[in-house]
């Protein structure tokens, strides 16, 4: 059977490689891509500017110009007409160690310092592995110990002392490295086939994620003592401690779940098939791979717990920003709170900032599929 | 239920040593739907049976029964000498002398190559690592790509891949391999590399349960064909009586249709 000649065609053609043409470059390309690409787009780029232009002289003349750096004496900065950045160096003690004895500050700089290299360390993914979380529990451990005292020829300072950025960040540390284990273990439950556990988890997640944690909060620190007889006290930090973690562990667990749920039958199956047994297969197959799925939105929830510790303020503990409310109680220095507040507000930015670049920069490197 | 059909009633089996696997009456529902019906089938050590069938026809269902991917309601299945009860320790027996080929691959994505073949060996039964280390380079060398061992799945072909997964399967000396659809997930190009590491494999004399719809390489290898369709065994015969001659007109549609282009 002989077909007709077809209209279709096409050209067999044989030629080199080449790069693509080159991008169109330079400072008036890129404004008129990114700022003047259409007439809603310049109007708004002026309106932007105009706005700028307005406010940024007089903050400038305000933070830069006019203010005071260093005194120790607040009448010169009560005769200056901008900022007084005086009142951090004059407050920065009590604003990072709160009420901590003055002469035992160092153990709290050890504290900071311990918290953010290993936060550095942990950020590299070769260092990922069960070992790194036991590291961090080495470290909660050292921790403890100098901010408690009373051996090694330290002096005893109890919970009562604590305060200030040592405060935050173990409160942080606590709630992310207890938060997290209990996250996996709700998560795990909360797909178990067993109903009891099941339910019990599932109870867990909801009842925690039904209610503001500042309601959580306020249970543990005044309802909590009501119900519990007095021999029983639990200490007001690890108290807080627990009631963030629980509310911590609650999100988290929602999260690690979704990492469960997307990790293929097949893999379920390919574990099974070579004979591991659930614990096995849910350490060295699932976990490792549910995880780092759910880094990106990991890390969301950690810098949110990073930021709730601020709450404990409220139910008068210390840490970095109760710290700062009571430094401006000197009567003195009161009229400098905005600066003093500023300072807090960029301390807090740079954690929350570095967390959230990282965050951004680990899921562009897990979006590539390397080592995956 | 059977008594339809009594001259399919199966071999007397129980005490022979020489036979591996055996069905005998099983059935087994997904909810209500009824997807194994009375399946019976013995396969002997060293031999090789080819499933075939439509999608749907219950013959993937079957085979992961043997491993107890999938759980059968009623009869009996015995692998070597096991039969598979709610048993854990029964179940864990059976895997370990199962190994097991998925269409998909199922390897371990966040493990190297490498790792995927010593994971279950060193975490499951203990062999010391570099002897683990050792053999999975062997059975690397023997699916052809000893170069690939460091590297991850990811970075992998398809077929390539799925020979990563056949060296993994063998890896604890399983005695029987299942292959489920190995090649249906392949482009064509890769078909034949993955066909060859199973050929020869079938030569070194290993038993084998393959479902497959490439009939080049069941005629080669097959010892026993058995087609299926919805839950049933509808034909079972020796590799040339299937071919050239099939009883059920169910048969001869399913092999014309496959057959031609």
Redesign the interface.
Same mark, same amino acid.
């Given at each position: 059977m002989s077909r007709p000649q077809p209209i279709s065609s096409a050209l067999a053609v044989s030629g080199p490689r080449r790069p693509p043409p080159e991008r169109v470059t330079g400072i008036v390309a890129w404004l008129r891509t990114n700022l003047f690409n259409n007439m809603q787009n310049s109007v708004m780029t002026l309106l932007a500017v105009w706005a700028l232009l307005v406010t940024l002289p007089g903050f400038v003349n305000w933070a830069v110009i006019e203010a005071v750096w260093i005194t120790d004496d607040s009448r010169v900065c009560r005769a200056a007409a901008g900022a007084c950045w005086a009142v951090i160096t004059e407050k920065h003690r009590v604003m990072l160690f709160g009420t901590f004895p003055y002469d035992e500050h160092w153990r709290g700089v050890l504290v900071i310092a311990i918290v953010i290299g290993l936060s550095i360390f942990s950020a590299f993914k070769r260092f990922w592995s069960y070992w790194l979380f036991a590291g961090w529990i080495v470290a909660m451990v050292i921790i403890l110990v100098l901010q408690l005292g009373g051996v090694f020829g330290l002096k005893e300072t109890g919970t009562h002392d604590w305060g200030g950025l040592p405060l935050t960040l173990i409160l942080f540390v606590g709630t992310v490295v207890g938060g997290l284990p209990m996250a996996v273990f709700l998560a795990l439950g909360r797909r178990s086939d067993l109903p009891v556990i099941k339910s019990l988890c599932i109870g867990m997640i909801e009842i925690t994620r039904g209610v503001p944690l500042i309601t959580v909060l306020f249970m543990a620190s005044l309802m909590f003592p009501l119900f519990v007889p007095e021999e029983l006290t639990i200490d007001k930090v690890l108290r807080a401690q627990i009631a963030m973690m629980l509310f911590f562990g609650a999100y988290a667990a929602e999260i690690v779940r979704g990492g469960l749920q997307a990790i293929?039958r097949?893999?379920y199956?390919?574990?099974?098939?070579?004979?591991?047994?659930y614990w096995?297969k849910t350490r060295?197959?699932i976990l490792?791979?549910a995880l780092?799925i759910v880094i990106p939105a990991l890390m969301n929830d950690i810098i949110r717990a990073f930021k709730n510790t601020t709450f404990v303020s409220i139910i008068g503990l210390f840490d970095v920003f109760g710290a700062t409310a009571t430094a401006l109680e000197d009567p003195l220095w009161v009229l400098y709170a905005p600066e003093a507040y500023m300072f807090i507000f960029l301390l807090y930015f740079c954690f929350c900032f570095s967390m959230a670049k990282y965050s951004e920069h680990i899921e562009r490197d897990l979006a590539k599929?390397r080592?995956? | 239920m059977d008594d339809a059909m009594p001259e399919n009633q199966p071999p007397q089996a129980e005490t022979d040593t020489n036979v591996i696997v055996e069905f005998r009456h099983v059935h087994k529902w997904f909810d209500d739907f009824h997807v194994l019906r009375d399946i019976n089938i013995v396969l002997g050590r060293g031999e090789k049976v080819v499933v075939c069938g439509p999608s749907g026809s219950g013959k993937s269902t079957m085979i992961r029964c043997i491993?107890? #991917?999938e759980k059968h309601q009623e009869g009996t299945i015995i692998i070597d000498g096991t039969e598979l009860t709610d048993d854990m320790r029964k179940i864990?027996e059976v895997?370990?002398s199962?190994?097991?080929v998925?269409q998909?691959?199922?390897?371990?994505?966040?493990l190297s190559v490498i790792e995927n073949l010593t994971?279950?060996p060193v975490?499951?039964?203990g062999i010391p690592e570099d002897e683990a280390e050792g053999r999975a380079l062997e059975l690397l060398e023997r699916v052809k790509i000893p170069e690939q061992a460091w590297k991850?799945p990811?970075q992998l072909s398809g077929g390539q891949q799925q020979r990563v997964a056949i060296a993994?399967?063998l890896m #604890?000396q399983p005695k029987v391999m299942l292959f489920d659809e190995p090649t249906s997930a392949l482009d064509p190009e890769m078909i034949t590399e993955v066909l060859d590491v199973m050929i020869e494999l079938a030569e070194a004399g290993m038993t084998m349960i393959v479902i497959t719809h490439e009939m080049g390489f069941a005629r080669k290898v097959a010892d026993l064909m058995v087609f299926m369709d919805e839950g049933q065994i509808v034909e079972a015969a020796p590799t040339d009586i299937f071919f050239d001659n099939p009883e059920s007109d169910r048969t001869k549609l399913f092999l014309s249709q496959i057959l031609t282009h």
């Open positions: 293929p097949g893999q199956e390919a574990a099974d098939a070579a004979g591991l047994t096995q060295k197959i490792p791979q780092r599929g080592n995956f | 491993n107890r #991917l864990e895997r370990r199962v190994g097991m998925f998909s691959f199922n390897l371990f994505p966040h994971m279950a975490y499951v039964h991850y990811g993994r399967a #604890l």
